[in-house]
């Protein structure tokens, strides 16, 4: 059974920084795709950013320049990592972890609130 356990939302000012992670536990095929999805209030959850098993990345155009994906180095703690920088109120969401082998797993969310 495989397990994904986001975390590091919270509350942050616009123009500030949060790093979520997102830990994989269970038996995980090694060629698999991660990606962060976001759900505000009142709107479809969204696609946010990917990583595959080559580390090619991917980014929603409104994240770009702002958000990036990554995984550990060797891989061998199963995380992935978003980096988020000068955020905005518009980024306020429940962010979630999809992860994509042999089957697809989803996370029960982080929220990540941007406000003054």
């Known amino acids: 059974q495989v397990q994904l356990v986001e975390s590091g939302g919270g509350l942050v000012q616009p123009g500030g920084s949060l790093r979520l992670s997102c830990v994989a536990s269970g038996s995980i095929y090694r060629l698999n795709t991660v990606d962060w999805y976001r759900q505000a209030p009142g709107k479809e959850r969204e696609f946010v950013a990917g990583i595959d098993h080559n580390n090619r990345a991917d980014y929603a155009d409104s994240v770009k320049g702002r958000f990036t994906i990554s995984r550990d180095r060797d891989n061998a703690k199963n995380t992935v990592y978003l980096q988020m920088d000068n955020l905005e109120p518009q980024d306020t969401a429940v962010y979630y972890c999809?992860?994509?082998?042999?089957?697809?797993?989803w996370g029960q969310g982080t929220q990540v609130t941007v406000s003054s």
């Open positions: 999809h992860l994509i082998s042999t089957e697809t797993y």
